[in-house]
């Protein structure tokens, strides 16, 4: 039965796909650069349920923003999601976009970019807690010191490997060493 209504939400996102506003959506986010999409979240002006087409070239110009944890109004997040974010910190959607193009790149499905439910980082530690039906992710989110150490370990994932074919090292997970995970 799960098998059949996720089918169900994946048609209803492809149909969706070939609606007039969604395209106009999708052809300002694929012309979008790194510096207008962040003035446009710290205007609150971006609006589109997805993120931008970047690709890897753009992480060095994303990991110039991703240590900046300002509040911003609005981030997209995945339709499937069970848990809507009312608070979203700059740095870490930042993470999460430069996480989606470790995880997806090159996009598919629009879709299916999303590399978890939520740009939100939360310790494992919220997996592990017998309450875990009882007690929000959010409980288990990084404070900005956290989340600083997160985005060391994306700058220092890219220091590292960039140099080498992005195939090659989409693999490796910066945050393999942390007790972080992407809810």
């Known amino acids: 039965m799960k098998k059949y209504i996720i089918y169900v939400f994946v048609f209803i996102g492809l149909f969706s796909g070939s609606c007039n506003k ?17 003035l446009s979240l710290k205007q609150g002006t971006y609006t589109s349920g997805f993120l931008p087409d970047f690709t890897p070239d753009d992480i060095p110009a994303l990991l110039e923003h991703a240590n900046d944890y300002s509040k911003i109004v609005y981030f997209p997040s995945s339709d499937i999601s069970s848990y809507a974010l009312n608070e979203f910190k700059l ?10 193009l470790r995880n997806n790149y090159p996009y598919v499905n ?26 929000a992710p959010v409980d288990y989110r990084l404070d900005n010191t ?11 994932w890219w220091a590292k490997n960039s140099k080498n074919e992005f195939d090659k090292i989409k693999s490796i997970n910066p945050l393999k060493d942390l007790d972080f995970l992407w809810y």
């Open 22 to 38: 969604d395209s106009m959506d999708n052809a300002v986010e694929e012309n979008i650069k790194v510096e207008q999409f962040i």
């Open 146 to 156: 956290q989340l600083d150490v997160a985005y060391k370990a994306y700058k220092n």
């Open 91 to 100: 740095g870490e959607c930042i993470l999460w976009n430069i996480e989606s």
């Open 110 to 135: 629009r879709y299916l970019q999303f590399p978890s439910s939520n740009p939100m980082l939360i310790h494992k530690d919220y997996l592990n807690d017998s309450k875990v039906n009882s007690v």
